[in-house]
């Protein structure tokens, strides 16, 4: 169990790296203070405290296991990876962001690399001012995201972004109670662009837009079901896309 108010809980670059049984509480704002100075004066002409929030894990360029971990509490994103090939088994997140700092629950992105992200395990419960799951490559590599029993449930934003992707699977998701209404609401159970994706038993419900909004790619989904959401069951747009139901 680690806690912090100063730091990443792992920071990791070009490394290998191997997460189990482990708990990580309370990543909050790191604060320092500071003075500027112009040429020999003995007196500052600004002075102040700033602070940015924590991520509670970072990874980039990296390989990584994460299995039976629990975040709870971050401001920043509960974990980063950024081009990084990344496999998670069991992993629980709650409370991450805050008022004064967006940001998703988990923020993961490849600009050069292949994607490579597989997830069997996943719980976010409450992330405040950001979305829950959010995926997204910037390059044309062939990816390999395979998304299995994952819940997302009370984030301010949409509860899964997926953009981008080459080609995805999800199986075994459910995107509920996503909502964040302090101006128009916003908050999709699931919001595909651009992507290829297919899979089984997705459901989203009691979101504050659409359970569904795709906007390009194609997408194909069996056992999906989207239930009193304030939007549409599922909004298309320029992509083809096929549900089944069951």
């Known amino acids: ?10 920071y ?27 040429n020999d004066e003995a007196k500052p002409y600004s002075t102040g405290i700033s602070d940015y929030p924590l991520d509670a ?15 709870d509490t971050s401001t920043g994103h509960a974990a980063t990876f950024s081009d990084s090939s990344v496999e998670i088994d069991t992993f629980n997140i709650s409370n991450t962001g805050s008022e004064e700092t967006s940001g998703d629950a988990i923020y993961a992105y490849w600009s050069s690399d292949a994607p490579e992200f597989y997830v069997d395990g996943l719980t976010i419960d409450g992330a405040d001012n950001g979305g829950g799951l959010f995926v997204w490559q910037t390059n044309l590599e062939a ?23 080459q080609n995805a699977t999800l199986n ?4 509920t109670n996503n909502a964040n209404c302090s101006g128009t609401c916003v908050g999709n159970g699931l919001l595909v662009t651009t992507s290829n994706l297919s899979g089984s038993n997705v459901s989203a419900s009691g979101n504050a837009e659409d359970g569904f909004s795709i906007t390009g790619g194609v997408v194909s989904l069996g ?4 239930e009193s959401n304030s939007g549409n069951g599922a909004t298309l747009d320029s992509s083809t896309a096929t549900f089944e139901t069951g």
Do not use: K, M
Request: with cysteine; aromatic share 14%; charged share 20%.
């Open 12 to 38: 990791g670059y070009d490394a290998d790296v191997e997460i189990e049984d482990f708990t990580f509480t309370n990543a909050v704002n790191r604060y320092y203070e500071y003075s500027y100075y112009r």
């Open 172 to 175: 075994d998701v459910s995107s």
């Open 1 to 10: 169990v680690a806690d912090s108010s100063s730091g990443y809980a792992v």
């Open 143 to 165: 990816c390999t995201i395979e998304l299995e029993n994952i819940s997302v449930n009370d984030a301010e934003g949409d509860g899964i972004t997926l953009y981008a992707l």
């Open 57 to 71: 894990l970072y990874l980039s360029s990296s390989t990584a296991r994460i299995e039976n971990v629990t975040i």
């Open 223 to 226: 056992a999906a079901s989207a």
